[in-house]
């Protein structure tokens, strides 16, 4: 695979808090990775370390196989970068802001004119260009914000909640810009939001605590933690269901309901087949997936509680 | 470098601020030159019996220069404050941080930008006392003395503006700290005596200058304290940009 970004162990104290704690992560070209964690995480500390806005206190970045501490310029021009609040300046034009950001990235002379047209078009800002910035709406300017992120074309965009603030519309817009640009780009992403995780990721990385508690392609993780909820006529005892194949636990739930806990070689057709043979009388068969927000939630609120 | 200095210049004339500031200034020299004028046109009659009396220049020109370099130590740190506090406070430093410009050119761009607006002061300044011309012949070399000593002073106060801006989120905060350096650097030669302080002052530097002693001590020390101020800027970002 085409290997974009390489963090490996960074570390950032702000003073005696360990804010993010042996992170490391890797991402390919044209792959979205999402950063999921609860609030103070250390998500938006890793983001602006990987962004040059922070110095992190030890660890490495490469970029495109460039060590960032050794060519900041360098691997600062292959990123794009959206703070939590978008960087903007209320006394500007989006016209003015955008072209200070195509030279600011080093955007050549005669690109400059296709550049700010193609951000604008991206992130629907066509009829905005005259418009002073600090008179635009929150989901406006958030768009600017993307706009300003994309308009040099960099390897690897970083967007800190991209989607916050926005009505539902425009989620739905910054959701196919963001599947769009992970096409030939690299997306690193952090919301709160998992359905939006789910909708636009190839990958998951869960932080707690300043630690990557999980990072599992959403495949994966959409596969392996499956389960069954059964309902049964004449149920038997939980051994005899506990030795169907490819179960590895079963809780009873009363109302002659249980819920099978599967093992990953586990083959839905045959339990269901084993049970109709028993004759213990299938009603109800329900596939679970153990989605991403039980995962979330179990990974993050046990060790909150510790 | 030139990107961020457009667009810091930009931004300080898009704002009222700049323009207040300069119509103020130049309200207040106005009236400070007319004050000098009309006394000087009073007691002409009777200079012109003593020989060796001072000119035109030394008694209109020069007090409007020791004027305009006090009265412009009270603007100044208004333009500067905003350099980067405002940048913090906005949320936009780190589109700066993530852009591929070093911390040298960010800050040399911010002092540019500030340097151009100073710039134009100074020449409205300097307009004031060339208008004389029209009318009189000037000491001119003592005239450009005193002008190269009023652009040196409006350097270092700016550099001095732009270093306190980069420690604070808050601009009016990053002002009153450079006004209290900025007016120490005036008083600081009031204790008299210690050779130490006098050197430090900015009173006695200029007041040289605007005697027509243009000498490389003085305009040394005016060079390095702007070099030493942006130095710390630049010290103070990357210190900053460690810290988060």
């Known amino acids: ?306 | 470098m030139l990107a961020i200095a457009l667009k810091d210049l930009r931004s300080l004339f898009l704002s009222p601020l700049a323009w207040g500031l300069m119509a103020v200034m130049q309200l207040l020299l106005a009236w400070l030159f007319l004050v000098q004028l009309e006394g000087f046109l009073e007691i002409q009659p009777r200079l012109a019996a003593i020989p060796g009396a001072p000119g035109v220049t030394g008694l209109v020109v020069v007090p409007l220069l020791d004027s305009a370099a006090v009265v412009l130590m009270l603007l100044v740190p208004l333009l500067s404050m905003g350099a980067f506090s405002r940048e913090y406070s906005g949320g936009t430093f780190e589109l700066l941080l993530s852009s591929p410009v070093s911390m040298t050119r960010i800050v040399l761009g911010k002092y540019l930008a500030l340097l151009l607006l100073l710039a134009i002061l100074w020449l409205l300044t300097a307009l004031m006392p060339l208008s004389l011309l029209l009318g009189t012949a000037l000491d001119l070399g003592r005239l450009s003395a005193g002008l190269l000593g009023l652009g040196l002073a409006l350097a270092a106060y700016g550099a001095v503006g732009l270093f306190f801006s980069s420690l604070t989120r808050q601009p009016a905060v990053a002002a009153i700290a450079s006004y209290g350096l900025l007016l120490l650097l005036w008083i600081i030669d009031l204790s008299g005596g210690q050779t130490l302080l006098q050197q430090l002052a900015i009173g006695i530097r200029y007041r040289h200058l605007l005697d027509g002693l243009v000498t490389s001590a003085d305009i040394g020390y005016f060079l390095l304290l702007v070099l030493t101020a942006l130095l710390l800027t630049i010290r103070r970002l990357n210190d900053r940009c460690g810290r988060g």
């Open chain 1, 1 to 306: 695979m085409n290997l974009l970004l390489e963090i490996k162990n960074i570390h950032h104290w702000y003073g005696d808090f360990h804010a993010v704690d042996g992170v490391s992560l890797s991402l390919d070209r044209g792959q979205v990775l999402g950063l999921l964690g609860p609030n103070g995480a250390g998500k938006s500390t890793t983001m602006r370390i990987l962004c040059g806005a922070l110095a992190a206190t030890g660890g490495s970045i490469r970029l495109q196989g460039l060590e960032m501490a050794r060519h900041p310029l360098a691997t600062r021009r292959l990123l794009g970068y959206l703070p939590e609040t978008p960087p903007l300046y209320a006394n500007l034009t989006v016209d003015e802001y955008l072209l200070f950001c195509a030279r600011l990235r080093r955007v050549g002379r005669h690109q400059r004119g296709s550049a700010m047209s193609r951000a604008k078009s991206r992130c629907g800002l066509e009829r905005t260009g005259r418009r002073l910035i600090g008179n635009l709406s929150k989901g406006y300017q958030q768009r600017v914000g993307i706009a300003q992120a994309i308009i040099h074309e960099p390897a690897l965009v970083v967007l800190d909640e991209p989607t916050s603030g926005l009505d539902p519309n425009q989620i739905r817009e910054i959701r196919d810009l963001i599947r769009d640009l992970g096409n030939d780009h690299g997306v690193l992403l952090s919301t709160h939001i998992l359905p939006e995780v789910e909708m636009v990721c190839d990958r998951v990385c869960i932080m707690n605590q300043g630690k990557l508690v999980f990072s599992e392609s959403l495949g994966q993780l959409q596969q392996a933690a499956a389960g069954l909820l059964i309902r049964l006529q004449q149920p038997p005892d939980i051994e005899s269901l506990a030795e169907l194949p490819g179960v590895s636990a079963v809780d009873a739930l009363g109302n002659r309901r249980f819920r099978l806990t599967l093992a990953a070689d586990a083959d839905n057709g045959v339990i269901a087949e084993r049970i109709i043979r028993h004759g213990w009388i299938l009603d109800e068969l329900i596939p679970q997936q153990l989605a991403l927000e039980q995962t979330f939630v179990r990974l993050t609120s046990g060790s909150a509680a510790a």
